[in-house]
T-cell receptor, first 117, second 111 residues
Framework: DAGITQSPRHKVTETGTPVTLRCHQT?????MYWYRQDPGHGLRLIHY???????DKGEVSDGYSVSRSKTEDFLLTLESATSSQTSVYFC????????????????FGPGTRLTVL | GEDVEQSLFLSVREGDSSVINCTYT??????LYWYKQEPGAGLQLLTY?????DMKQDQRLTVLLNKKDKHLSLRIADTQTGDSAIYFC???????????FGTGTRLKVLA
């Protein structure tokens, strides 16, 4: 599982409230990602990070911001949650050719189920 | 543009082989991945193949790649009830940060 944890695992919140999801990794991987998973859409990239304080937008970044002040933590913030942001959120890291692998690969955290009422 | 397509559902009987299909669009040097997602869990990497390969086998899993048609398949031999899950195909151009995922194929294994 590449040492990835996400917190909280489940959250219910109300429209208009701020929400922060945390992704923590223990193996000093440079690249970290936030995706959302919705039925019929697969996984869509929200934001990614390629180092401390280095982040960039993905395909569905509106309404989300991220921060990465330490290598091990990547935070996703919904500034003012909306019902359309009800989803399952996955964090991922990209390895750099670990032993036995010939390519970079992504490993995923267990996910956070967010419900916005 | 970049797109990865999969059929949504597949149902097979226990002991039969399952074949999950995927088409992709990137024609550059590309890695192609298969992930498995069980209920309530994250995506688990099953296997991957580079676009200059035709086939890769790993125990019960066989990946076949038709580069001409940009078609990728995952064959699971002797399918078990524990194989019931959603299977995602993904592609990534070599040297980039970006991964494109399909919508996932839900495999249901009937006892």
């Amino acid at each position: 599982d590449a040492g990835i944890t996400q917190s909280p695992r489940h959250k219910v919140t109300e429209t208009g409230t701020p929400v922060t999801l945390r992704c923590h990794q223990t193996e000093n991987h440079r690249y970290m990602y936030w995706y959302r998973q919705d039925p019929g859409h697969g996984l869509r990239l929200i934001h990614y990070s390629y180092g401390v304080k280095d982040t960039d937008k993905g395909e569905v970044s509106d309404g989300y911001s991220v921060s990465r002040s330490k290598t091990e933590d990547f935070l996703l913030t919904l500034e003012s949650a909306t019902s359309s942001q009800t989803s399952v959120y996955f964090c991922a890291i990209k390895t750099a050719g670990l032993a036995g692998e010939t390519t970079d690969t992504q490993y995923f955290g267990p996910g956070t189920r967010l419900t916005v009422l | 543009g970049e797109d990865v397509e999969q059929s949504l559902f597949l149902s097979v009987r226990e002991g039969d082989s399952s074949v999950i299909n995927c088409t992709y669009t990137d024609s550059s040097s590309t890695y192609l991945y298969w992930y498995k997602q069980e209920p309530g869990a994250g995506l688990q990497l099953l296997t991957y193949i580079f676009s200059n390969m035709d086939m890769k086998q790993d125990q019960r899993l066989t990946v076949l790649l038709n580069k001409k048609d940009k078609h990728l398949s995952l064959r699971i031999a002797d399918t078990q009830t524990g194989d019931s899950a959603i299977y995602f195909c993904a592609e990534s151009a070599s040297g980039t940060y970006k991964y494109i995922f399909g919508t996932g194929t839900r495999l249901k294994v009937l006892a």
